[in-house]
């Protein structure tokens, strides 16, 4: 074998490999689960799966982008995001397929860049299961802020939270305080900020008012996740993203 042959193999080996890449390649986002099953947004649909593993439902079939669904907490329905006719709204669906129910009728902010994140994404529901609980850029002209509300899946308008602002959040389990971020901008390619755009992780209590910091570090501490006594979070205070967790009980910060 010449050398003109050799790379002619190589090159033939390397276009077939990614051929193959390219037929396995799967972006499968923004996964949730309930009790049995598993939701998840693929090529701008939503899939159910059991979570014991087999074949996943397709339950929408929009043209336009269905992103972040979550399941109600005895896990029969499905609220998520869909852009149906221009802009995000929230809507729900039976978790084993359905019509779309719209619940959302706002508008946001047109022309932001795809840096910049989502117009609604959806955080969770109300432990009574009666309302979604998202972040909208509705009446909100920074683009690295956000505001977030809950919607009643019975129908109504959209109540803002008593937050300025805000971005991801999670609710306490009797629903009587919120962890979330102030700033949004977790699609933005910021690896290792440390300026003034740096989120931090902050409970507020519906019932004191009272506003608390319990990240307060430079770096980046985002997309709290309440559980039990304890936060979970995402910060790359170490230089890479890692998971911490805050426990209510002692105060203390662990490295998970």
Known sequence: ???????????????????????????????????????????????????????????????????????????????????????????????????????????????????????????????????????????????LTGKLYTVNIAGGLPQQLPVTRGGFSSLSPDGTKLAYNRIFREYRTWKRYRGGQADDIWIYDFKTKSLENISNNPAQDIIPMWAGNKIYYLSDRDHAMNLFSYDLSTKQTKKV
């Open 1 to 143: 074998m010449n050398r003109f042959q050799a790379v002619i193999i190589f090159i033939l080996i390397m276009a077939s490999s990614q051929i193959f890449a390219a037929a396995e390649a799967k972006l499968m986002r923004y996964p949730n689960t309930s009790r049995t099953e598993i939701t998840f947004s693929y090529g701008g649909n939503i899939y159910v799966a059991p979570l014991s593993g087999g074949l996943a439902r397709k339950i929408t079939s929009a043209k336009g982008q269905e992103l972040f669904p979550r399941f109600s907490p005895n896990g029969l329905t499905i609220a998520f995001a869909g852009e149906y006719d221009g802009n995000s709204e929230i809507y729900t669906i039976p978790s084993d397929g359905g019509m779309p129910k719209r619940l959302t009728y706002a508008m946001d902010m047109p022309d932001i860049a795809e840096r910049q994140g989502p117009a609604k994404i959806i955080m969770q529901w109300t432990a009574d299961g009666k309302n979604v609980l998202y972040r909208s850029r509705q009446e909100s002209w920074n683009v």
